[in-house]
Nanobody, 116 residues
Framework: QVQLVESGGDLVQPGGSLSVSCAAS????????MGWYRQAPGSQRELVAT???????NYADSVKDRFTISRDNAKATVYLQMNSLKPEDTAVYYC??????????WGQGTQVTVSS
């Protein structure tokens, strides 16, 4: 079983930047995809960005050109750099891991609030 620990959520002003990270532990050799989803109050959880072990990325249209996902396979850690943040980016951000065995794992979530 993979365990995930997220960090970096915070309150930031519109137009600001923030980085969140997620470190995986235990059985990390099984990890293929790492990524981030988010859930705003009253909304469904939605994709933000994912990245495969080989570095292929996928972004939601709403964050393209503003957010950048990256990962360090040696550290089993995924990062999300968020720039030009908007109030609508406010949500709980969840780390996601998908394994080669078809298993899905989720972090506990970290709050990102964009407000003046």
């Amino acid at each position: 079983q993979v365990q995930l620990v997220e960090s970096g959520g915070d309150l930031v002003q519109p137009g600001g930047s923030l980085s969140v990270s997620c470190a995986a532990s235990r059985n990390t050799f099984q990890i293929n995809v790492m990524g981030w989803y988010r859930q705003a109050p009253g909304s469904q959880r939605e994709l933000v960005a994912t990245i495969t072990r080989l570095g292929s990325t996928n972004y939601a249209d709403s964050v393209k050109d503003r957010f950048t996902i990256s990962r360090d396979n040696a550290k089993a850690t995924v990062y999300l750099q968020m720039n030009s943040l908007k109030p609508e980016d406010t949500a709980v951000y969840y780390c996601y891991v998908g394994t080669y065995r078809g298993e899905d794992y989720w972090g506990q979530g970290t709050q990102v609030t964009v407000s003046s």
